[in-house]
């Protein structure tokens, strides 16, 4: 995954080096490497507590890493660096270099007062300074992306789960982010809603979006991604295309959560 820096379209959009974070004393991210290249799509696995949300929230800097670097689109995010060694940069500097992301929780956090097409229009009109008119124009665009123009005056209680997902990638797509980050979309899901979030996330990266997704949708991992990577115990322990890390897991911690998952599966 390793890409030269020779040119400024061939390099990562988000790189992350010797990237560490402790809660207290338990060490939850340990050395870990990653480099995403644009409209790549990056499926990231392993079991529950193994960091996998963390180095999500950590490369939004929703968390504040402790060790190593996050560069997102060649700019460091988090800190700035001086002769004392780094100094955490300002809230409006955290901003501007992560505003290529774009983040899906896995529980929706609508606004239950707005409609649907004010949950989508609320960021667009008030971080981008759109009209309400073009914003509207945007919200009506993206939620026809993802299945839900019909439903633009809704209200979330109206919607299932898997609606108001579907709202949440509407919602972070209106801001025309270069990268979509997932924290386990579907894992509050009830089963039979899950088809339709993920079709939409199929759609996405057929489109060219690039993504970093936390799942325990393996089956998704394996058709979508172009990197899977798979973390246990705050390390990655392996890392290639699905058909590499699922067909021929090279460690025995690999083969040993993808026989616990597939005996789940049965």
Request: charge should be neutral.
């Amino acid at each position: 995954m390793e890409q030269s820096s020779s040119s400024h379209a061939a390099s990562p959009i988000i790189r992350v080096r010797g990237l560490g974070k402790q809660f207290g004393d338990t060490e939850v991210l340990r050395n870990i490497d990653l480099d995403i290249d644009r409209s790549e799509v990056v499926c990231v696995i392993g079991p529950s507590g193994s960091g996998k949300s963390t180095l999500l929230r950590c490369i939004a800097f929703l968390e504040a890493y402790d060790a190593g670097f996050v560069h997102i689109d060649g700019m460091l995010l988090g800190y700035r660096l001086n002769d004392a060694g780094r100094t955490l940069a300002s809230n409006k500097e955290i901003s501007r270099v992560r505003r290529p992301l774009g983040m899906v929780f896995q529980h929706f956090h609508l606004w239950p007062h707005r409609t649907v097409l004010g949950n989508v229009t609320e960021a667009p009109r008030l971080v981008n300074g759109l009209s309400r008119r073009a914003a509207n124009e945007l919200g009506q665009k993206m939620l026809a992306q993802v299945g839900l123009a019909e439903r633009a005056h809704a209200y979330p209680e109206q919607l299932s789960g898997g609606q108001k997902q579907r709202v949440a990638i509407a919602r972070a797509m209106a801001m025309e982010p270069q990268v979509m980050l997932f924290d386990e979309p579907t894992s509050a899901l009830d089963p039979e809603l899950v088809g339709e979030v993920l079709n939409v996330m199929k759609r996405l990266a057929s489109d060219g979006m690039t993504m970093m997704i936390v799942t325990h949708e393996m089956g998704f991992a394996a058709h979508v991604a172009d990197t899977v990577v798979f973390m246990d115990q705050g390390e990655i322990v392996e890392h290639g295309p699905p058909q590499q890390v699922f067909k021929t897991p090279a460690s025995a911690r690999l083969q040993q959560f993808l026989e616990t998952w597939r005996e789940r599966s049965l």
